[in-house]
């Protein structure tokens, strides 16, 4: 045993908070690429989104966690829950808030309910960037008498600011343990997975209003070819035939475009040529159903 060896540590650390504050873009910063779909819409994250990240005194395994919020049917019932399950696995909880507003009553319903987990919650005020220093003062006390945070740290998911402290502390609060994964093992989820993420965040970019929401991807095949390209096969599932057109676009130039800046992208990501072809279909009231959350995987 040597005297001055640190003892390793392991943990799950659950990145929860309400939609849009910046938790994916915090997973992604801490993996140092781009695991999770970021977008400026908030709801973009629906299922948690492992991260595993090594080094030599610690392992942290992070989940990005859906936003939490009131839900209002039944995929939304599925983030939260999916959030809620997350949290309640963690070691540390690492919660992000935004600087713009002191907490609302849904963050005090939040709060109340963190409490009964007896779990470190490191409250991260995100996107300081964008506020005057003075101005988180009162923000910071406002928190501060809400909920018993274990640290309150400012930082920007987006310039990278105070991310290096955000990490040590979360090292801190983490219990000693072995490693529950390889050292190089960095997410569970496949490329099929990834696949049906990138289409859904150039939904997500692309179109406005309902549409986004009212959408979601299915990866019908995904053939690797030894010669060739990949060969991608992806339905796009919409709740009503007026938004398929949308969605296709004028001689199908809209859903040509997601098709292309997706393309890209996926190629980009696994490393190698796909041929990817989008399909448009109606699948009515698919978010509100519980049977058909199901087939489509949020289950
Ligand atoms: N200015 C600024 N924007 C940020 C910061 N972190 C995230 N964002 C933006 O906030 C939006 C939502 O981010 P995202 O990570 O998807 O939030 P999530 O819904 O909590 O996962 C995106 O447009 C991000 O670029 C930050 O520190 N500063
Ligand atoms: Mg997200």
Redo the contacts with the bound molecule.
């Keep these: 045993m040597q005297p001055d060896k640190k003892p390793f540590k392991s943990g799950y650390v659950a990145i929860a908070?309400r939609?849009?504050?910046?938790?994916?873009?915090?997973i992604n910063d801490f993996m140092d690429c781009k695991l999770?779909i970021?977008?400026?819409k908030?709801?973009?994250?629906r299922k948690k989104i492992m991260g595993v990240l090594t080094r030599e005194d610690y392992q942290i395994v992070f989940y990005?966690t859906p936003?939490i919020m009131n839900p209002e049917y039944e995929l939304q019932e599925y983030m939260v829950k999916t959030a809620y399950d997350a949290i309640e696995d963690a070691d540390v909880i690492l919660f992000?808030a935004e600087p713009f507003k002191p907490p609302a009553t849904l963050d005090k319903k939040i709060f109340e309910r963190l409490s009964h987990f007896h779990i470190p919650v490191i409250l991260a005020i995100?996107?300081?960037?964008?506020v005057e220093k003075d101005s988180l003062i009162p923000i910071i006390s406002a928190y501060d008498q809400q909920f018993k945070f274990t640290e309150i740290v400012p930082?920007?998911?987006?310039?990278g600011t105070n991310l290096d402290l955000m990490l040590s502390l979360i090292v801190k609060y983490l219990p000693e343990g072995e490693p529950f994964y390889p050292e190089d093992y960095m997410t569970d989820y496949n490329e099929r997975f990834l696949a049906s993420e990138i289409i859904r965040e150039k939904v997500f970019e692309f179109y406005g209003e309902e549409i986004p929401y009212s959408t979601t991807v299915e990866i019908e095949e995904f053939k690797e070819r030894e010669a060739g390209k990949d060969f991608i096969k992806a339905i796009i599932y919409v709740e009503r035939d007026s938004q398929k057109g949308i969605i296709i676009g004028e001689n199908g130039k809209a859903i040509k475009r997601v098709g292309v800046i997706a393309r890209e992208e996926i190629e980009k990501q696994i490393g190698r040529k796909v041929f990817l072809e989008l399909r448009v279909k109606v699948m009515e009231k698919w978010r509100k159903d519980k049977s058909k959350l199901h087939k489509l995987g949020y289950k």
């Design positions: 908070g939609p849009n504050v910046g938790k994916s873009t915090m999770s970021v977008t400026p908030p709801q973009t994250t990005d936003g992000l995100n996107k300081v960037d964008l930082v920007s998911a987006l310039k």
